[in-house]
Nanobody, 124 residues
Framework: QVQLVESGGGLVQAGGSLRLSCAASGHSFSCYSIGWFRQAPGKEREFVAGVRGSGGSTAYADSVKGRFTISWDNAKNTVYMQMNSLNPGNTAAYYC?????????????????WGQGTQVTVSS
């Protein structure tokens, strides 16, 4: 069983930055791929970024390419997502999720474990 805990959300002005963390316990991340998703009120949960197990290849939604960076700290069993140049459209609850295997999955239905989410609010 994998437990995921997100942190790092908060309120930031447009143009600002935040770094989200996803800490895993109960199992090493090395055999899992991790995805970050977000869900705004009234909208479906959408893929933001993903990384293969142990910090391999990465993938991003087109809307965040060049602004968001996903990274992996093996020693801390933690995945980070650095978010720069934030805008009000990025306001949402952000979730990390884990799926066993080494493929980045863009469909939220493909994930086995989810964190509780962290709220990101970007003011204009």
């Amino acid at each position: 069983q994998v437990q995921l805990v997100e942190s790092g959300g908060g309120l930031v002005q447009a143009g600002g930055s935040l770094r989200l963390s996803c800490a895993a316990s109960g199992h090493s991340f090395s055999c899992y791929s991790i995805g970050w998703f977000r869900q705004a009120p009234g909208k479906e949960r959408e893929f933001v970024a993903g990384v293969r197990g142990s910090g391999g290849s990465t993938a991003y939604a087109d809307s965040v390419k060049g602004r968001f960076t996903i990274s992996w700290d093996n020693a801390k069993n933690t995945v980070y997502m650095q978010m720069n140049s934030l805008n009000p459209g990025n306001t949402a609850a952000y979730y990390c999720a884990a799926v066993r295997g080494l493929c980045i999955v863009r469909n939220s239905a493909g994930y086995d474990y989810w964190g509780q989410g962290t709220q990101v609010t970007v003011s204009s």
